[in-house]
């Protein structure tokens, strides 16, 4: 159920279906020209398909005029209150505007935005928020808090349509996730408008996080959802970018860098995994390549859990071992588990992403695992041969029941 329509922000399509743009803001004072173009820097590394900044004085729009053409992803202008502050950011070559009609200042103002935003084919962000939501609202806020949000996005958008103006995509904002929710649910069927989903001021890095991710991700995996910002309380903007990219990559929606997989592990570990997995997950961002990789803690179960991870690794007391697609590669000493395993992947992309097996470390490792595995565990090997064992007597037992009676006979 993506968006109908499609607007372009810069060179990036938001909505008709085009992936996710994963978005973030900057937390330097805009004006301040070298910082805020260190942090866009870090934010386009990261991962961000487009970047928003404040521009709340004139100092910031004169800065939005280099950090526009210094800038290597789009950039959005984020305006309150102050409708010639809009205009100029449009005239200072923004890729898109932010501004929420009900606060700039009348209808006549926000045609004025909309005039030259079509002179100049910018693209506008519009929306509502639900702490400043119009007068005439406030009854309906108390009794119905979502409505009154998609009544106050609709309201909105007959306003831009009104003046002509269809170039937009829309976001309601709110702090509580279950409307946040309900609220998108019920536009994304009302207008053909793309949506920009966030849950605002979700909280810190580990509160925000968990909120922006049911919120988003309950959205998104009904389909609802152009563009994305994850509000986090840290200075640091990548890590919105980096929290945005784990819900898609766990809704499967866009593919970037490896995923890690790692077991929640139990009174079974016998070594540091919390080390090993910091360290895996920190050696990982080298690399850009989907490639999944597993991190188990102990053999118990074998590796049929992480069967599909491209490679892995498990661990016991003393030793451990490399595995890749649920094959075992070789046997290492726990302390150089890491570092061997990167060398496996390394050896990966160089020989043109074909592992490389050595068939006497391959048997080695096997041993290891077949006297590490506990053998009463239900490993997914085991649960497959007692299927199998299962279908056969079931297939036997067919085969011996009479045609005529329907009756079984006893088997010897
Ligand atoms: S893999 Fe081993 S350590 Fe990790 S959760 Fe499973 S049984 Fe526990």
């Keep these: 159920m993506a968006s109908e329509r499609q607007i372009n922000v810069g060179p990036v399509a938001i909505g008709g279906g085009a992936p996710v743009a994963v978005q973030t803001m900057t937390k330097t004072e805009t004006a301040d020209l070298s910082a805020t173009m260190a942090q866009i820097r870090r934010v386009a590394e990261a991962g961000a398909d487009i970047v928003r900044v404040a521009v709340p004085r004139d100092r910031d729009v004169e800065a939005l005029k280099t950090i526009v053409r210094d800038s290597p992803i789009p950039v959005i202008a984020d305006i309150h209150f102050n409708h010639t502050l809009a205009l100029k950011a449009l005239e200072a070559g923004a890729h898109c505007v932010r501004l929420n009609p009900g ?73 509580s996730v279950p409307n946040t929710i309900a609220a998108n649910r019920l536009l994304s069927v009302r207008i053909p408008y793309p949506l920009h989903l966030g849950v605002t001021e979700a909280g810190t890095k580990w509160s925000g996080s968990l909120k922006s991710a049911v919120g988003l991700g309950t959205l998104l995996a009904d389909g609802i959802g152009d563009t994305i910002r994850i509000s986090l309380s840290t200075f640091h903007a990548e890590e919105e970018v980096k929290v945005a990219w784990e819900i898609l990559k766990a809704l499967k929606l866009r593919e970037r860098g490896p995923v890690l997989i790692a077991c ?118 085991r649960m497959a041969a007692l299927e199998a064992a299962a279908a056969d007597d079931a297939a036997l037992l067919d085969e011996s029941v009479s045609p005529v009676a329907g009756r079984r006979f006893t088997r010897a």
């Excluded at 045609?111 to 962000?125: D, F, M, Q, S, W």
């Excluded at 074998?302 to 070789?330: C, N, Q, V, W």
């Excluded at 046997?331 to 150089?336: C, Q």
Aim: hydrophobic share 40%; net charge negative.
């Design 103 to 175: 606060n700039i200042g009348g209808p006549d103002k926000v045609a004025e935005v909309t005039a030259l935003a079509t002179r100049l084919g910018t693209p506008l962000r519009v929306g509502v928020n639900s702490g400043s939501l119009p007068a005439h609202l406030r009854q309906l806020e108390y009794d119905n808090p979502v409505e009154a949000l998609v009544t106050a996005a609709v309201e909105t958008v007959e306003l831009m349509e009104r003046l002509d103006f269809q170039n937009f995509k829309v976001s309601m904002k709110s702090t």
């Design 264 to 381: 929640p592990t139990c009174g079974r570990l016998q070594f540091d995994m919390d080390m090993v997995v910091a360290e895996v997950e920190r050696r990982l961002e080298d690399y850009e390549d989907p490639i999944e990789v597993s991190v188990l803690g102990c053999a118990v179960n074998g590796i049929g859990e992480a069967r599909h991870a491209d490679f892995g690794i498990t661990g016991a007391k003393d030793m451990g071992m490399i595995y890749s697609k649920g094959e075992p590669l070789k046997k290492v000493p726990t302390e150089k588990l890491v570092d061997e395993l990167f060398k496996e992947i390394d050896r990966y992309y160089a020989a043109g992403k074909v592992v490389q097996r050595d068939e006497r470390a391959a048997a080695e490792a096997r041993e290891w695992l077949s006297e590490n595995e506990d053998e009463t565990a239900m490993t997914p090997e």
